[in-house]
């Protein structure tokens, strides 16, 4: 197979904000799951909704993202907003028809630094606490460009993901297994401690069965790496070097990150650090200085290229 170049890369035409937040559609909740393994200190739930006979059916791809509007108001009295949660199911849906799409929600539970009292995430809780039979309201789908590209199998793809960000890897993963794509995709997962390693039940056995499929862990807060810095996910592109430099010198490789806002930037850093600034658009005179001292400001000026899709929160 030849190397596709940047300029090639296209985007499937998908459907978008189909139903809109004024017109939420009720939706029954079919299964609620913890995600998490025994100990962990997180609650992390995968989600399946039931969108049999709506505008939803069939319409969901890997990598959009549903809206869910919870009940009640906020604090000024007004009805809450719609919070929009990236699909973790594959194109096909988890049933195999698009009829079941699915999310994975963290609770948030978390304590304010000023006041030291202690908050929690709207919906996130509101999610997590509904029962299978239980209806929410739901809106979407929502983007566009957060999704695999066109011709999907010609890629090679390195999907970072922190926490929950993975999510709409399972879904693009699956999508490409499904299309028995040979080339190679790396699964960059993220999280605290090993209880929290998410769909381990799917990915850990896949590593195992297919050849081109590779589940890379970073624990961040059990044992140090050497240097004594903590395992995050940009830290691979170092110790996993000998696995991951090859793909990242094909022209038909992509870099897909998701998770928390922030981080991108130790990515950024390292990916400029080995010299593939394909994946990046730097201004010239931030590249006077060493990325490792690049400030979150600087940060701030980087936009991935054509070849990175970058979706934080």
């Given at each position: ?205 896949l590593a195992q069965s297919v050849e081109n499929f590779h589940f890379l862990k970073s624990i961040s807060r059990e044992e140090p790496r050497q240097d004594g810095s903590k395992y995050y996910v940009q830290y691979q592109l170092i110790d996993n070097r000998a696995l991951l430099e090859p793909l990242l010198k094909k022209n038909n490789t992509l870099i897909y990150v998701c998770g928390l806002k922030w981080m991108e930037t130790g990515i950024y850093q390292i990916l400029a650090q080995q010299g593939y600034l394909d994946y ?34």
């Amino acid at each position: 197979m030849s190397n596709t170049t940047q300029s090639e890369i296209t985007y499937p035409d998908v459907n978008i904000n189909i139903v809109r937040a004024k017109e939420p559609i009720d939706i029954p909740i079919v299964e609620n799951r913890i995600a998490t393994t025994a100990g962990s200190p997180n609650f992390i739930r995968h989600i399946t909704f039931d969108v049999t006979g709506t505008p939803l059916e069939g319409k969901v791809v890997a990598g959009q993202s549903i809206g869910i509007i919870p009940e009640g108001v906020d604090e000024r009295g007004k009805p809450h907003k719609v919070r929009l949660y990236s699909v973790s199911s594959p194109t096909r849906g988890e049933d195999g028809a698009g009829k079941l799409i699915s999310t994975t929600v963290k609770r948030v539970i978390d304590e304010h630094w000023d006041t030291q009292e202690l908050f929690t995430g709207v919906c996130s809780n509101y999610l997590s606490s509904r029962k299978a039979g239980m209806m929410v309201k739901m809106t979407g789908p929502s983007g566009k460009r957060f999704i695999l590209p066109e011709n999907p199998t010609e890629y090679n793809y390195l999907f970072f993901a922190a926490g929950t960000g993975i999510a709409p890897f399972r879904g693009m993963i699956m999508d490409l297994m499904e299309q028995n794509s040979k080339n190679e995709i790396a699964m960059i997962f993220g999280c605290p401690y090993r209880t929290d390693v998410l769909y381990r039940e799917y990915f850990e056995p896949l590593a195992q069965s297919v050849e081109n499929f590779h589940f890379l862990k970073s624990i961040s807060r059990e044992e140090p790496r050497q240097d004594g810095s903590k395992y995050y996910v940009q830290y691979q592109l170092i110790d996993n070097r000998a696995l991951l430099e090859p793909l990242l010198k094909k022209n038909n490789t992509l870099i897909y990150v998701c998770g928390l806002k922030w981080m991108e930037t130790g990515i950024y850093q390292i990916l400029a650090q080995q010299g593939y600034l394909d994946y990046l658009k730097v201004k010239d005179e931030l590249m006077e200085k060493d990325p490792a001292s690049w400030s979150w400001d600087d940060i701030k000026t980087i936009k991935p290229s054509d070849r990175m899709n970058v979706e934080v929160y």
